[in-house]
């Protein structure tokens, strides 16, 4: 299924176009505009973007612009005018832009546009194929790899646009950039350490747990991933829960790992982390009130992300590594997840 990436601050025109796209079996991804589009190209790699010409923030020429100093100038972009003079077409031309569609549109006119771009691109793309070696081909394709390359696409695009801020001294627009570069780099290093877990935890003994440090400061680390993403994350932590220290390291990645992930699925819902000691058991829990998810404990496995969103970060790992981990410690993971939301639990023995 081929993606579109419609930029659009009009909501009933963006609406318009992705439900005649995705009728004819698109994906369609929604930015509100070319900021926010600039973003979800870089993170999401669409196969084609059609992009409002007059926007807020960053205009339709400016976000091509931009796009074309990246990596991903390759990718075909439709504009949309409500009034296309031969000097504003001349203009988008001389760009890079691969069509314009006039406002008001019908659905041919836009599937035509589409089809014809994405037929022309995966031409261009099989012409390559076919000339590149197949072994290095594969390799490039497993190195290119979404959840590995996306983090360092995204902080690369926006430190091309957050120069260019700079030079037009605009502050607020700046801040925005950084916190998106933030998070990209937050995810790179999520997922650099859920890899690092994941070899920890091959030996079958529980050998890779055993290098603890009593320093390790497990609300502080939580509060940091909260602010990371300028979210907020209720702590209730008994008082007592570092008298039993030992795998300190594993509960303080357990603890981060299951409140990132209730960051990542969720927008603004509450999020809360319970840690509590009974009847010899050290029990984490972290509940949210986001979209949930479908996934039992007994089907995690290494490698295969239980959701097909394309916003939601990671390799799969995560919940992988801390079952795994509970597995090792003689304890248990459950989770409880429905539409209103989801309720991981870990619950471990207390181990003198």
């Not at 669409?46 to 020429?61: A, H, K, R």
């Not at 972009?77 to 001389?94: N, P, Q, T, Y």
């Amino acid at each position: 299924m081929y993606k579109v990436l419609i930029i659009d601050d009009e909501k009933r025109l963006r609406e318009n176009l992705a439900e005649i796209l995705e009728i004819h079996d698109y994906e369609t991804i929604i930015a509100t505009d070319g900021l926010d589009g600039f973003a979800k190209a870089l993170s999401v790699v669409p196969d084609l973007i059609i992009c409002d010409v007059t926007m807020p923030n960053v205009n339709g020429y400016e976000f091509l612009e931009r796009l074309k100093k990246t990596h991903l100038d390759y990718i075909p972009v439709i504009f949309l005018s409500a009034k296309i003079e031969r000097e504003d077409e001349r203009l988008g031309m001389g760009l890079g832009a691969d069509d314009y569609i006039k406002k008001p549109f019908t659905a041919a006119e836009v599937l035509s546009s589409v089809n014809a771009r994405i037929e022309k691109s995966n031409k261009s793309k099989e012409i390559i194929k076919r000339n590149a070696n197949k072994s290095t081909y594969e390799l490039s394709k497993l190195l290119n790899g979404h959840e590995i390359r996306t983090p360092l696409n995204i902080i690369s695009g926006m430190n091309i646009l957050l120069c260019d801020l700079a030079d037009e001294n605009k502050k607020l627009e700046a801040n925005q950039i950084m916190k998106y570069t933030q998070a990209s780099i937050y995810n790179m290093t999520s997922i650099i350490n859920n890899i690092y877990m994941y070899e920890l935890l091959k030996p079958d003994d529980e050998s890779g747990l055993l290098a603890d440090n009593n320093k390790v400061d497990i609300i502080a680390n939580i509060s940091k991933v909260a602010k990371e993403f300028d979210r907020e994350v209720t702590i209730n932590f008994d008082n007592d829960y570092m008298v039993y220290t030992k795998h300190l390291n594993a509960i303080n990645y357990i603890c981060v790992e299951l409140v990132y992930n209730a960051i990542k699925f969720t927008k603004t819902e509450s999020i809360s982390i319970a840690y509590t000691m009974k009847d010899n058991y050290k029990t984490i829990t972290v509940t949210d009130g986001g979209f949930g998810f479908d996934c039992a404990p007994i089907t995690l496995k290494p490698f295969n992300k239980f959701s097909n969103r394309m916003d939601i970060s990671g390799l799969g790992l995560g919940l992988y590594n801390i079952k795994l981990i509970a597995e090792k410690l003689n304890g248990l993971l459950q989770i409880s997840s429905n539409h209103d939301g989801c309720n991981v639990t870990v619950t471990l023995p207390v181990v003198d």
